[in-house]
């Protein structure tokens, strides 16, 4: 590969974190983990953009756990993206690739992380104009 000339005289630090607040989402991607986390489950790492407003097309993450102890945040984000609560009740089969384009609303907060302001999504709540989504399988469990 060929060597890049990048002028960095004027580069900044980054993005400063959105204020904390609801911000209308679309999920970006969905990826599984390459390694199990701390709970010795996968966990899906969730990429949004922020739909719309003074952020809007900034960058949202936050992981989901597929720990039995964690199905609710699970839970909390397919109602929020349209899922029918009639859908989850019972086994339910996710499959994190039926959830790109989605959207759904997000409470994100700011907090102290290694010495910065990060933000942080700490819940998914359904969009004003999200339309239910029938599930497309039952019946197969995705916890182990």
């Given amino acids: 590969m060929s060597p890049f000339k990048i002028d960095m005289s004027d580069v900044g630090e980054g993005f400063d974190p959105i204020p904390a607040g609801v911000y209308p989402i679309v999920v970006s991607s969905l990826r599984q983990s390459e390694e199990d986390g701390p ?35 699970v839970k909390e984000f397919l109602l929020a993206v349209g899922v029918s609560e009639e859908d989850l009740a019972g086994e339910f089969e996710f499959d994190p690739d039926e959830y790109e384009g989605a959207t759904a609303d997000v409470a994100v907060k700011q907090e102290s992380y290694e010495g910065q ?11 004003e104009d999200a339309t ?13």
Avoid at 43 to 71: C, H, Q
Avoid at 117 to 127: P, S, Y
């Fill in 117 to 127: 302001i990060k933000n942080r999504v700490t819940n998914f709540v359904a969009a």
């Fill in 39 to 73: 709970s010795g489950y996968p966990y899906i790492i969730v990429e949004m953009t922020v739909a719309d407003g003074e952020f809007e097309n900034r960058k949202l993450w936050t992981n989901l756990s597929m720990s039995p102890k964690a199905a609710f945040k």
């Fill in 132 to 144: 239910p989504k029938k599930a497309a399988a039952k019946g197969k469990k995705s916890f182990r």
